[in-house]
């Protein structure tokens, strides 16, 4: 099995990237529209969240009951990853207020989808502060599940000593931010 396929038992996540996620949405979800970013980082059976992408402007959809990023973003992203030994290993995005934190069929069937991978659902605009009342799902057998409570509480450990970098990225670019 290679590393680009290496089963993931766990998640380590910096917890400034739960900051960082939520400081990008927050804004965004109390105008009104969905919004997300990628979390990238090493693929082995205890990942490493190590890296946020916030993606913004041409090629980015954020809109009410939408967030949406077009493949020449995701190739810019994962392009300027692989030499940096990364990879996307999460998608997070905000429903907004009255819509539960569980994937849409958009979200399950329009995403990526790739075995290991976690798509994250921010509920109430990205005002939910707590990672365990979010909704984490994992890709495996060729669709998405919800991960139970226990499960993440077990497998998705919260490092408050883990550094982190944050990137913004667009059709053309990733540039880093200054956290």
């Known amino acids: 099995m290679t590393a680009a396929h290496e089963a993931i038992e766990n998640w380590i996540v910096a917890a400034g990237i739960l900051r960082q996620t939520l400081d990008a949405v927050r804004p965004i979800g109390r105008s009104g529209k969905e919004a997300g970013a990628f979390w990238l980082g090493s ?33 810019v992203v994962t392009r300027w990853a692989k030499p940096r030994n990364m990879c996307l290993l999460g998608v997070v995005h905000i429903h907004l207020r009255g819509v539960p934190p569980v994937l849409s069929w958009s979200d399950r069937n329009l ?3 790739f075995p290991g991978m976690l798509s994250v659902i921010i509920g109430s605009g990205g005002e939910d502060l707590d990672h365990r009342d979010w909704g984490w799902h994992l890709f495996e057998d060729g669709d998405y599940r919800p991960l139970t409570q226990g499960e993440v509480r077990d497998r998705v450990r919260i490092d408050p000593e883990s550094e982190f970098e944050a990137w913004t990225a667009d059709p053309n670019a990733v540039q880093q931010l200054r956290v």
Not at 52 to 64: A, T, Y
Request: proline share 6%; charged share 25%.
């Open 43 to 75: 693929r082995e059976r205890t990942a490493r969240i190590s890296s946020i992408v916030l993606l913004h402007g041409s090629g980015i959809e954020e809109r009410p009951g939408r967030w949406a990023v077009a493949p020449a973003v995701f190739g």
């Open 111 to 113: 995403g990526v989808r």
